[in-house]
C-alpha cells in the first residue's frame, strides 16, 4: 500500500528529454514511487523543446526505466502508476511566451512546486526570470540547479545573481550529486557518532588523506563543454573540494544544514593558495593520449571527434594540498581525478600515523599504520586495515594486513542501496538542504581554483601526456613519492 511518506509536491522538469533526465531522474523518481516514497498527488511536468505529445513523452520515460533500471526493479503495475504521473509541455525556455501553460497547470492547485533546471547553466537565469514574469511561482516554490554554476568566480556569481533574484537562498537547492551516496552520509556518522574515529580525528592521529576520482570514460561527445572547463572545474571545483570538506571540517552544533555548511565554508577559506613555486611542485595536469581499456583501443584527447588540436585542457589533475587550521596544521591532502583511468573509482583514504615505537619485524615496519578506505563507488562500503598476526607455527609474530570491513551490499542485503539521486530528490520535496551547496562553498571554492588556473596561465604550464588506461603522468606518482608515500590502489 502506497504511504503518503513525503509531502506531496509539483515538479516541473525543465530539460525532460535529456540525458540527465533520462538516465538518473525519472529512474530515481520510479523508484521512490516504488518505495511508497511519493505523494500519491505528486504530479511530474516534464518542460522541453521537442515537438512531441504527451504519449509520447511518457513512451520515452518508459523506455528509458526500461534501460536503465535492473529488471529486477521493474514492476509493472508501478510503472504504470508512475508514467500516469507525466504530463509534457512544449516550451522554448529562452522566452516567456509559453510560459502561461505552466501557470495554467498549476492553476487550483495548493501544493508546492519545484522546479528542476536539468539544463546549461547559462540558461538558468532566463528560466528563472520568465517563471516569475508569467506568474507562474508562489512564496513556496523551490529551485534545484546542477553543477558545474558557472566556469569562475564572476560566471558563477552572475548566475547565482540571476536565480537569487527570483528565488530566496532557502529555497535554492544546488545538487551535487556525490553528497546523495550512502557512503557520503555514513561518513558523516562514522565521524560524529563514534568516538573510536572522532578522537583520531586529526594532526596528531593522520598523517595523510588521499581522495581519488577516477573516470574510465573519455569526454563522451562533450567536447564543446569539457575543453571550456577541463577537469579541475568539472570535478575538482565541487566533487573533491566537497569531499575533502565532510573529511576535514570540524564537528557541526546539530545536524541542520546551516550548521553543516558553515563547517564547511569554514574548511574552504583554510585551505592554502598555492604560490608560484608550489604550483609546479604540487600540482599536476595530465591529458590522455591513445591507449586501451579493459582490453579496447580508445583514442587520445587531441583525437576525440570535433577535437582542438593544439588544446591544452586537462583531463587529469593531482595536487597536495593542506588545511591550515589547528586540525589539520603539517597533514597533506593528496587528490586526484582523471578520465580514461585504468578504472570507475571513488574513494578516500585516511592513513593514521604509525606507533612511535615499533616492536615487530623490520621488514614489516611499512605495514605498521592502519587505514579507513572509504569507496564511494563503484561498490560502496567502509573498511578499516589493520594488522594482525600472521596465522600458522612457523610464522612466529609476523604480521599480515586485513580488513575490517562494511559494505553496505552484504551488510544490508535485504536493503536497495539507493541511488544518490533518490536521496537528493527525497530531501527536496522534505524541504531540507543540509545535503545541499550553499552559494559561498560555491564562491570560496571557486576562488581557490580561480588562483590556480591563474598560476597555470602565469607559468603557461602544459598538460603532461597519459597513456589511456593509466593512474596518470609519471609527475603525480613522483609527487607523492617525494615525500615517501605512494598512491593506494584498491583493485
Known sequence: MIQDATPEIDLALFGAM???????????????DRDGLLAAETRVLGLARQEIDGDAFRQRVEEALDKYLKPGNLDQQCVKRFIARLEYIQLDFATVEGYEAIREWREG??????????????????????????????????????????????????????IGAVFPEERIYRIDHYLGKETVQNLIALRFANPLFGNQWNQNQISHVEITVAEQVGIEGRWGYFDKAGQLRDMVQNHLLQLLCLIAMD?????????IRDEKVKVLKALKPFSRDS??????????????????????????????????????????????????????FYLRTGKRMPDKLSQIIIHFRQQPH???????????????????????????????????LDKGMRLRPGPLHLDFNSAFPKSRIPDAYERLLLEVMKGQQYLFVRRDEIEHAW?????????????????????????GPVASIAMITKDGRSWYEDY
Open 447 to 471: 576562488r581557490w581554483c580561480d588562483k590556480l588556473v591563474a598560476g597555470w596561465a602565469e607559468r603557461d604550464i602544459p598538460p603532461r601526456r597519459y597513456p589511456a588506461g593509466s593512474w
Open 109 to 162: 492547485v495548493s501544493r508546492p512546486m519545484t522546479v528542476y533546471l536539468a539544463v546549461p547553466a547559462a540558461i538558468y537565469g532566463d528560466i528563472c526570470g520568465n517563471l516569475e514574469a508569467s506568474e507562474s511561482l508562489d512564496n513556496q516554490s523551490r529551485v534545484v540547479v546542477e553543477k558545474p554554476i558557472g566556469y569562475d568566480l564572476e560566471s558563477s556569481q552572475e548566475i547565482n545573481d540571476a
Open 279 to 332: 604550483i609546479g611542485r604540487d600540482v599536476v595536469r595530465g591529458q590522455y593520449t591513445a591507449g586501451s581499456i579493459d582490453g579496447t583501443s580508445v583514442p587520445g584527447y587531441l583525437d576525440e571527434e570535433g577535437s582542438d588540436t593544439e588544446s591544452r585542457t586537462e583531463t587529469f589533475v593531482a595536487m597536495k594540498t593542506e588545511v591550515a587550521n589547528w586540525r589539520w596544521a603539517g597533514v597533506p
Open 251 to 259: 564537528p557541526p552544533s546539530n545536524l541542520d544544514a546551516d550548521a
Open 18 to 32: 535529456g540525458d540527465l533526465a533520462m538516465r538518473k531522474l525519472y529512474p530515481a523518481l520510479y523508484n521512490l
Open 358 to 392: 615499533y616492536i615487530f619485524d623490520p621488514d614489516q615496519r611499512d605495514l605498521a599504520a592502519n587505514k579507513l578506505i572509504i569507496r564511494l563507488q563503484p561498490e560502496e562500503g567502509i573498511a578499516l586495515q589493520v594488522l594482525t598476526k600472521d596465522g600458522g
